[in-house]
């Protein structure tokens, strides 16, 4: 037998018995009887290092989740605009155009100080890449906050009686007003969608979980911002499409939850419905609710149309800084990575998909 330095850490053996006969032997402890190999390793259970993250967390404050709600409100309100200038209604036309150009103004600034200098965010713009979404993301969010901008400066100089310092540029404005207002309303969809994209594309388990359903979510969420600030602003015999909206908000939201989250790895969809997170989405479908039957009364009362629209507004700033504390949060806990690899290996193996990169044979 060898003898090493590391024997003293090993631990004691336990004494053997002696049979009645005086030979060692008899049953072994673990069942087996020595006439055939025992297995000397345990079945491993899959955890991390000291229990440390499996992934990195998203290195994201609460500017990216400030950023991910007014660009929701941003594009509804482009919408809403839209929909005041095709029907006739200046007065929501206006309000939602300035709360579009508010929306995405105050998004941008946080958006730039969570890069930390604004030229990275024109950096972003040296080059157009398909497969990135935040490549994508800066190009959209550049397109329409150029649309915003035109159509809202319209509305300022309305307001001001034609104050300001614009000269010439004046009729040409008026010519572009409309067309920047349609320019507007075409990215607004993709502007409330494409960050529910770029949360989806990270390795942050819940996130990534529910990468198919998010975008729906989130444009969902969108709606019922953008509809409660224009029932906010704008008097009740105007705001008719924006009680609309926001109904089809309450539908779309309570649906895209529900599907999201049975669809989902059960495992990963934890974060949603525990600690702050789940505290935040619990509160915000409670505010759907009352929010969507508000849209029902509002028509008729300027105090319940306010009421159902900060119904409406605080429940969707609810669900995205939801979704966001849970995503960090399932990225914080090794087991919300490792357990869902497990189920998908499982499932992989019991198709009989056993010689590929990812399975094994059994």
Known sequence: MTHSDFDSFRPPEPARRRRPDGKRGGRRRDGGDG????????EPEFTSYYGRPVVKPAPWGDDVAVYLFLGGVAGGSALLGLGGQLTGRPTLRRNARLSALAAVS??????VKDLGRPERFLNMLRTFKVTSPMS???WILSAFSTGTAVSAVAEIDRLSNDRLPLGPL????????GPAGFEAALFAGPLAAYTAVLLGDTATPTW?????????????????????????TTPVREAGPARTLGALG???????MRVMEHRMDPVAAEPLRQGKAGA????????????GAGTLLAGRSRAVAVASGLSLLAASALTRFGVFEAGLSSARDPRYTIEPQKTRLARRRAAGITDDSITTAG
């Open 136 to 138: 994508v993301g800066s």
């Open 208 to 232: 990534n979980a529910g990468h198919e359903e998010l975008p729906f979510v989130f444009v969902s969420s969108a709606t019922l911002a953008s509809a409660g600030l224009a029932m906010i």
């Open 280 to 291: 935040m989405l619990k509160w915000s479908e409670r505010l759907v609710a009352a929010g």
């Open 250 to 256: 309450v539908v779309g939201e309570l649906i895209a």
């Open 170 to 177: 004046r009729s040409v404005l008026r010519a572009v007003e």
């Open 106 to 111: 105050v998004g941008a600034v946080a958006l």
């Open 35 to 42: 006439s055939r190999e025992m297995p000397m390793v345990p």
